[in-house]
């Protein structure tokens, strides 16, 4: 076998110009103070944070972190040409960690075309560009390590990244990870390290749920994901044996939700998935990173594995009417009937309990189907409200809740 390494210099040549630094700042205020008021409120000191972007349109759309630009009062865009423009965030995504920004430009900009995320391979060369350390223009070289990443020990979030050992640094956040052609498959978030510097991993938000994230903000001023409706497990040879199944990859099915597109589709507990879009699923995260790029009424090929036969079935993925909420669980929109049952003119269904607060709700005698009315005095019509409000939360401030119970009795409860 001969092995020789790629010319990467016309990429990077390609690729240099279409990464920007980015740097936000944010006013704090200082704590007040017997001095102030003797001589008057201080001025309130800026703390400045840097990252990176990448410039994806001719007219000045770039994209970056949303951890990069989050909570900013200013956002400033360096080119590699050393111009300097204002930024307006356009929109963004918690979920993805994803922000759109915009510059207004006299100039046709540099930018960057987008890749297919999804036929990439492990092993494949890639390039990391981005302003590591403010050190503007730095380009490094890896290999993608693996996909369908998942750095939340406890499986539960959506997290799907492109593994790589391409040297990423504090300031790449935001930054493009782009194949041999110059195109770019990932925006470069996070490493994996005890010491807050790169030592042989990082992570990449793949294209495919970028491109998705911003098309979504540019069209609908929010991003729209698509729902299948099951819950379950990822396969392994522990869980396998449980099961009595031969099968150590894939997404066993636990339960499916009624009026889902799974459960129109035929879909049932028990069955396993094997492959969607003839993308290989062995695990939740391949499952979850690949809806991250579909939206609501979108149309997918699932391969199932029932008994020991095979199955393809299309399903026509739901608007997302859930959400997670962690002092709670999973909570759901409600139907107009279920709202005159409860007496309630408003709220949201708790659909899950998180186990981590399941028994603290049951001692109150609070139950799966009892319904959210209010949260820190805001009336809650659906999840989108509840979204906002856990946005809008810093980590310390206290929670109120109003949950209406089987019995129709309104019942408060203090977090703080």
Do not use: C
């Amino acid at each position: 076998m001969n092995f020789q390494k790629p010319d990467f210099v016309e990429v990077a040549k390609r690729t240099i110009d279409n990464v920007v630094h980015v740097k936000n700042s944010t006013n704090i205020s200082n704590d007040f103070s017997l001095e102030d008021l003797i001589f008057g409120r201080r001025q309130q000191r800026p703390l400045i944070g840097t990252g990176s972007g990448v410039i994806i349109s001719p007219d000045g759309y770039i994209i970056t972190n949303l951890h990069v630009v989050k909570n900013a009062d200013k956002i400033e865009i360096t080119t590699n040409s050393n111009q300097t423009f204002d930024a307006e965030l356009v929109g963004s995504d918690d979920q993805n960690d994803i922000a759109l920004l915009k510059i207004n430009s006299n100039e046709v900009l540099s930018y960057a075309t987008f890749g297919d995320s999804d036929s990439t391979q492990i092993g494949e060369w890639v390039l990391a560009v981005g302003n590591p350390f403010n050190l503007n223009s730095t380009v490094t070289a890896g290999i993608i390590s693996a996909k369908s990443r998942n750095l939340d020990p406890s499986g539960r979030t959506t997290q799907s990244y492109i593994q790589t050992d391409a040297a990423v640094n504090p300031g790449n956040s935001g930054g493009a990870l782009v194949n041999t052609k110059g195109e770019l498959i990932g925006i470069n978030t996070a490493i994996q390290s005890q010491t807050g510097s790169y030592i042989g991993y990082s992570f990449a938000v793949p294209s495919n749920i970028a491109r998705k994230v911003i098309e979504d903000i540019m069209e609908f001023g929010v991003v729209q994901y698509g729902f299948l409706g099951v819950t379950g497990s990822s396969l392994n040879s522990s869980i396998s044996k449980k099961l009595g199944t031969k099968d150590t990859k894939g997404f066993y099915i636990n339960s499916v939700e009624e009026g889902s597109g799974a459960n129109i589709a035929g879909i049932k507990s028990g069955d396993i998935i094997k492959q969607v879009d003839g993308i290989n699923i062995n695990k939740f995260s391949d499952l979850k990173g690949y809806l991250n790029s579909k939206r609501p009424d979108d149309i997918v090929k699932i391969k199932l594995k029932i008994n020991s036969k095979e199955k393809l079935v299309s399903v026509k993925l739901n608007k997302n009417e859930r959400i997670q909420f962690y002092l709670i669980g999973i909570l759901k929109n409600i139907s107009k009937d279920e709202l005159i049952k409860s007496n309630a003119s408003s709220g949201v269904k708790i659909s899950e309990f998180n186990n981590n607060y399941k028994k603290y709700w049951e001692d109150y005698g609070i139950k799966v189907g009892n319904i959210i009315k209010s949260i820190n005095g805001n009336k809650i019509h659906t999840i989108l409200d509840v979204e906002k409000i856990l946005k809008s939360r810093k980590y310390h401030d206290p929670i109120n809740i109003e949950i209406i119970n089987d019995n129709n009795i309104t019942e408060r409860f203090n977090f703080r």
